[in-house]
């Protein structure tokens, strides 16, 4: 083992949870290998699966300053619309996995007005680039769109936009605050028609 003396297994013993290289504490509810108590056991009230799969959602931020330090390096061409598709190619945001949200860290260092499609923005962020007179509009993505976007050639259609088929999901992408790319096709009783068919 190279640990130092006490013989050929330091002191470890032989095979067991503690002769491992990590030798850490088990996870919270282990229970030796069978089935743990938070697993046997059905759960009371109300579950908000939704939402906790929402939280879940592996987002990259997007800052501003990185954006204009790829510009000015030629990695993107701010004269055209930026989508997830070029965002992923160029890993402006490191490596997408669900998308990536648009946050307005380093506003100050944008020079030039952009067009955006990503999967979430903050206000903040929003509200400075439409002021340069660039726009932002977010669109569905998910792990298997963002490999869609990256591996065209695997698949044998790729529609240009993604619907999704959750209510949470709709109503979100069909609200203008959050410049949702359905919010300006799909308004009034057809949001609320579109979410009861989907419910």
């Not at 089935?35 to 990259?60: C, D, N, P």
């Not at 390096?73 to 701010?78: H, N, Q, S």
């Not at 004269?79 to 890993?91: D, H």
């Not at 206000?123 to 591996?151: C, Q, R």
Request: positive net charge.
């Amino acid at each position: 083992l190279g640990r130092g003396g006490k013989g050929a297994t330091a002191g470890r013993g032989r095979k067991g949870y503690g002769a491992r290289s990590h030798k850490a504490r088990p996870v919270p509810a282990f229970a030796g290998g069978q089935t743990s108590i938070v697993k046997a056991f059905r759960k009371y009230g109300h579950q908000q699966k939704q939402a906790i799969q929402e939280q879940q959602l592996r987002l990259r931020p997007l800052r501003l300053d990185q954006l204009q330090h790829w510009i000015d390096r030629g990695r993107i061409d701010p004269t055209k619309p930026i989508t997830l598709k070029e965002i992923a190619e160029t890993k402006v945001a490191g490596k997408l996995v669900d998308g990536c949200t648009l946050v307005g860290h380093g506003a100050t260092a944008l020079k030039q007005p952009v067009h955006l499609q990503v999967t979430r923005a903050t206000p903040f962020a929003i509200e400075h680039i439409e002021k340069m007179g660039g726009s932002v509009t977010t669109v569905y993505s998910d792990k298997s769109i963002i490999h869609a976007l990256l591996n065209p050639s695997r698949y044998a259609f790729i529609p240009k936009e993604f619907i999704p088929t959750d209510a949470r999901l709709l109503r979100r992408y069909s609200d203008p605050v959050k410049r949702g790319f359905l919010a300006n096709r799909v308004t009034g009783d057809k949001v609320k028609q579109l979410i009861e068919d989907v419910d």
